[in-house]
């Protein structure tokens, strides 16, 4: 009683309180589930969130083409988008390792990211549209940068 009264929920009667805790222990089982399979899938990226992320924009963007009945980006299949994008991400890594101001420099950045998604893509064989390309590029440059931008402010 005293949580829901302090997020201004307030239950008149037992049975209303019943069924408020029930739907809040749903809500809450299914937030715990949702952060299960966000740590597994993070876990298959090393545990880079980044990539996690951008598999998850993927997938979510699959299920719309699904739905059009449109080809899917790199694939319909979890595993080869998995191995698509860890192919990327070792690669863009090892970019920004090597030179790690190439991340003051966004438009420089995206143009390596792409051409890094491109040569990976066709390195396994991936066939892919300009489009596929750019979104896949879009959201990994926009991880990037966001983490860059965090973690080093601008003065």
Known sequence: MQRFKEFGFTADTVHEFTERSKALDEVLKKLAELQKRNKALM??????????????????ENAQRKAKGTAPIISGYEEEILEALKSIKFDIDQ????????????????????????????????????????????????????QYNATYPSA
């Open 43 to 60: 876990r298959k990226y090393d545990g880079d969130p980044k990539f996690a992320r951008v598999h998850k924009r993927i997938r979510e």
């Open 95 to 146: 970019k920004v390792f090597d030179r790690n101001d190439i991340l003051k420099k966004d438009a420089y950045f995206e143009q390596t990211v792409m051409s890094q998604i491109k040569q990976g893509m066709d390195t396994l064989g991936i066939k892919g549209t300009r489009e596929d390309r750019v979104f896949i590029q879009s959201r990994i440059s926009s991880q990037y940068l966001s």
